[in-house]
């Protein structure tokens, strides 16, 4: 195992330098941002001024090796946009999107298990179809209509919970029903798709016939092995919002790392792209191994 | 229940008293549309900075009402020395925030910091590039200003200068703005609110709004919801389709005005006849309560009406399809290329509904007999095709943009707009470059009759531009606010002007 987390570990940081290579230059590629933070009336004199404050002028290779050079030092530069270094600004939004992403994910799992063991426990039948309607909806509606509606619904006009914003529980309460929608309505599907495999197989066929009860058939037994596929959706789910989950966070006023990522390769603000996607890239890579992990765990088959 | 049963209940029960209470009876809560990425004095012309700093935190040497003209704010008066220097005498018995005395070393420390080449003040870029600014201490309350080239409008511009302490750094921005105005900075969580107080120590009189708390959301229908549910109490800038309550909902002109920018250098584009014919092909009162507010201008000029020297008795052109048609002819028949592909760029997000704008425009001179392609851009793309140096190979282009002039006079646009050395000009006319001198270098009636003419003519003679519309901001406010926006909540929101009913 610890040769399999230590090769795992060297392909995540050959990774992590392709990718610091890539955006760098790509995010390079889309211009000067002097234009966007100086007034469009500021004269030629103030432009020069702003690309040597920022070390703009330097030809593009000496700005990647002076930026590597401080790297190397964990320091990842100052925000252009906000005047304070870049890695403050993406570690007080990564900690929002990583909490939102938790509490969202546990739901869905939690949620998508349940109801997906029951719905192929007894294919075809009421719970089932309502399940698979409802989860086909969740796992095709648009979240900023959803989001816009349950504002309309219930902030103005039943008052049961705040607009937007952070601060409380209640807070929360709008944001993560939202997000959790369609990924749940996917889970379930492949949940239900997995379980109804596993139930169909000869071991649950043999707990069966040994008198076993159902519950524990169904959580125990067959679950156990319809886990994999689900665990990998899982992980494809939660790396989405582990990038920031834009237009909820835009909506809810929840200050993420995706609106930040977003807004700052509109603004040309280099250190906090590339501080944003390492960041992310790193959680990604620490989540995947966490999933390879758990592979092991859930079938002893899987050695590394 | 269990012990952990009703531990949730008892906070759930807390969190809902404390969502519920969150607006007291003087304080005020605004919903902006953009974090603030500084909170920097020096910046606040920046219309979300501004909105939280200008004239709340810091104050302006003078101040600029768009009804009264200039007025003092921290000088009390000013006077003309001649060569370029004025006189301010600046108010005494005023401290700022953190207990220190106003005097006149803090307005020159100002001056020098929003020039500083060590930061990029938004206010020294904007309003004094090209200009040098050095300042005389005559006593504590008494300073002489001198800028190089002269400007006989110093005064005017001092309305933009925000004075902060002496010890305000000169190598960096500031996280915690001290200032002299009616409220003191007191926290920013970043990515969530700002909230401001009430200054005990204020010079003036005490403000009726004894705090604020700002916060943010990018999406124009939260922000109106937020006030609707009683969350908020003031949305400036919420979009046409969302201000659907006659009760809470304000539109003003915003002082923005959106034209097509022509670069006259280029073919077709050189031809009097073919400006004017794209200037007849548009149907502009046909924008209006459709795809633009109800309330919208029709433009003659690049300045909203509130500005001095704006010529009321100039008339938009008129939509006649058939005349713009029989000069494109005209043109051709004298080997003006019109068929040459032109291009239409607009700027994504620009105003509301600026693509149903764009692809109307198009359809409109598609319609007359122009060949022309439309591209929405990005706004650093924009940027990049809009100012100076232009891309080479361009071709002919008509580029839309939306200008913002709230400060009262055309200087502060003329010289970019139209000068042959202007940073954004699609001209290169030296009789607009003497009319844009003389009207800067003049005062009181001559400037504003010197202003007329050169707008007379930029419309009349020269047909600089394809001017469209003046236009109309919408703001939401809590009925329980005694406050009108106007012109001026484009880029300030003055928390001492609004009173509760």
Known sequence: MLNFLGKRAVASAISLVGLVLLVFFLSRLTGDPTGLYLPLDASEEARNQFREIHGLNDPLIVQFFSYMADLIRFDFGDSIRRSEPAIDVVMRGFAWTLQLTFVTMSLVVVFAVIFGSLAAFNVGGVFDRIATFFSLIGASAPDFWIAIVAIVIFSVKLGWFPTSGTGTVWHWVMPVSVLFIRPFGLILQIVRGAMITALGSAYVKTARAKGIKNRPIIFVHALRNALLPVITVIGDQAAALLNGAVVIESIFGFPGVGKLMIDSILQRDFTVVMAAIMVTAMAIFVMNLLIDILYSILDPRIRY | ?501
């Open chain 2, 1 to 501: 229940m269990t012990r952990k049963t009703h531990l949730f209940v008892a906070s759930a029960l807390a969190s809902a008293v404390a969502f519920g209470a969150q607006a007291q009876d003087n304080s005020v809560t605004v919903v902006l549309s953009e974090e603030l990425e500084i909170v920097e004095p020096c910046s606040s012309t920046k219309s979300n900075v501004g909105r939280v700093l200008f004239q709340n935190i810091s104050e302006t040497v003078t101040e600029m009402d768009p009804k009264t003209g200039l007025e003092p704010r921290l000088a009390e008066s000013w006077e003309d020395m001649g060569n370029g220097t004025w006189r301010f005498s600046l108010r005494q018995g005023v401290t700022f925030s953190d207990g220190t005395v106003m005097d006149a070393e803090d307005v020159a420390h100002s001056l020098v910091r929003m020039k500083s080449p060590d930061i990029a003040c938004e206010i020294g870029a904007k309003f004094f590039g090209g200009i040098d600014i050095t300042s005389n201490i005559i006593d504590a309350h008494t300073i002489d200003v001198t800028a190089d080239p002269a400007q006989p409008i110093l005064p005017m511009l001092m309305s933009t200068v925000t004075v902060t302490p002496q010890d305000a750094p000169l190598d960096s921005f500031v996280d915690h703005p001290i200032g002299t105005g009616p409220y003191t900075f007191d926290e920013y969580v970043r990515g969530q609110s700002i909230t401001l107080s009430a200054n005990p120590t204020y010079w003036g009189e005490q403000p009726t709004v004894q705090s604020a708390t700002y916060v943010f959301r990018s999406d124009s229908a939260v922000r109106a919801a937020m006030v609707a549910a009683g969350e908020a109490d003031i949305a400036p800038n919420i979009a046409l389709q969302d201000a659907v309550n006659p009760a809470m909902d304000f539109s003003y002109p915003n002082s923005e005005t959106v034209f097509l920018r022509i670069e006259h250098a280029q073919a077709p584009l050189n031809d009097r006849r073919v400006r004017e014919a794209l200037n007849l092909a548009v149907d502009r009162e046909a924008f209006v309560g459709t795809i633009l507010a109800d309330g919208t201008l029709l433009a003659t000029g690049i300045t909203p009406p509130s500005t001095i020297g704006y010529d009321a008795d100039l008339k938009p052109y008129a939509y006649d399809p058939d005349r713009a048609r029989a000069l494109l002819e005209e043109a051709r028949a004298d080997g003006v290329p019109v068929d040459t592909n032109i291009t239409l760029i607009g700027r994504t997000n620009n105003f509301a509904n600026v693509l149903e704008t764009m692809e109307a425009l198009l359809a409109m001179y598609q319609e007359i007999g122009f060949t022309m392609t439309l591209e929405m851009v990005e706004v650093a793309e924009w940027l990049e095709r809009y100012a100076k140096p232009f891309p080479e190979n361009r071709g002919p282009q008509l580029i839309e943009a939306q200008h913002d002039n709230a400060n009262g006079d055309p200087v502060f646009s003329m010289y970019f707009k139209y000068h042959s050395e202007g940073q954004q000009s699609g001209l290169t006319d030296p009789k607009v470059d003497a009319m844009i001198a003389e009207a800067t270098a003049a005062t009181g009636d001559e400037r504003a009759a010197k202003w007329s003419a050169l707008f007379g003519y930029l419309h009349e003679e020269s047909i600089a531009d394809v001017m469209l519309f003046h236009m109309v901001g919408f703001s939401r406010v809590n009925e329980r606010l005694d406050f009108a926006p106007s012109i001026r909540t484009n880029s300030e929101l003055q928390l001492s002007q609004i009173k509760f009913k």
